[in-house]
């Protein structure tokens, strides 16, 4: 029998292992590259990761970092989705039960975590991975039903849209990427948590944002990626956007509802 620990254990290292495949799907994907061919090397030096050096996480924490080879920098940013993903495929279960939504839950995940690589390294979320998801979470909502029924295409349709007259409003402040992907979160998620994301989004976004110019690390004018915002919103909306907007109401409409 697997005891509790044993088969968080196992989910942990399935998310890192995963976690390590949404890397390369994030940053082969945008170039229009293979996935699965050639294997991974080292992007300076081309030396072939070797079995130990696949290893997620721990590799890096062993290589201090660093190339065996070259000793050129691995970015921090590899062995953070990898734990990322781990962890919250990990108390995924924890928040949502142990239920079919957990499918739900462990795509977002991993959608979550292959636009955050993309959209750092070149700024695109690329169409091929928005598409791909938008078949999967119909696919999946369809044997994992929402109460109502329509729900993932209001959210679809309201993930679409108020993006669209964000970017006709503002001219360029959000990329057709951001929203073709908050159109496939709304799917997920339906139209009330998707509007949250999107609030929470811009809210984090816009708090980063002046953090950032005034300790002069973002310049003024100077387009930032805001895939991961988005993301961070959702996730955020996903797990506990039920109770955010409880919270809400309670506190500033109690009478009403
Ligand atoms: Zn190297």
Known sequence: ??????????????????????????????????????????????????VLELIPILSYLYQDGKCRNCKTSISPLYPTIEFLTAILFTISPLLVGWS????????LISLCMIVIVSDLKYMIIPDKVNVFFLFL???????????????????????????????????????GGDMKLLAVFGLALGWKLVLLSFFLATLIGTVIGIIGMM????????????????????????????????LYVTNFFPYIF
């Open 137 to 175: 979470f119909l696919g999946e909502r369809l044997i994992i039903p929402t109460d109502p029924w329509w729900d993932p295409f209001a959210g679809l349709v309201i993930g679409t849209f108020v993006p669209l007259v964000v970017i006709l409003v503002s001219r360029g402040g959000m990329g």
């Open 1 to 50: 029998m697997l005891t509790p620990f044993i088969l968080h254990t196992y989910i942990f290292i399935l998310g890192a292992v995963l976690g390590s495949f949404y890397n390369v799907v994030g940053l082969r994907v945008p170039l229009k590259k293979s996935i699965t061919y050639p294997g991974s090397a080292c992007s300076v030096c081309n030396n072939k990761l070797s």
């Open 100 to 107: 079919k939504e957990l499918v739900i839950s462990w795509t």
């Open 215 to 246: 300790m002069g690390l973002i310049k003024t004018g100077k387009p930032f990626p805001f895939g991961p915002f988005l993301v961070l919103g959702t996730l955020i909306s996903y797990f506990f956007g039920q109770n955010l907007i409880q």
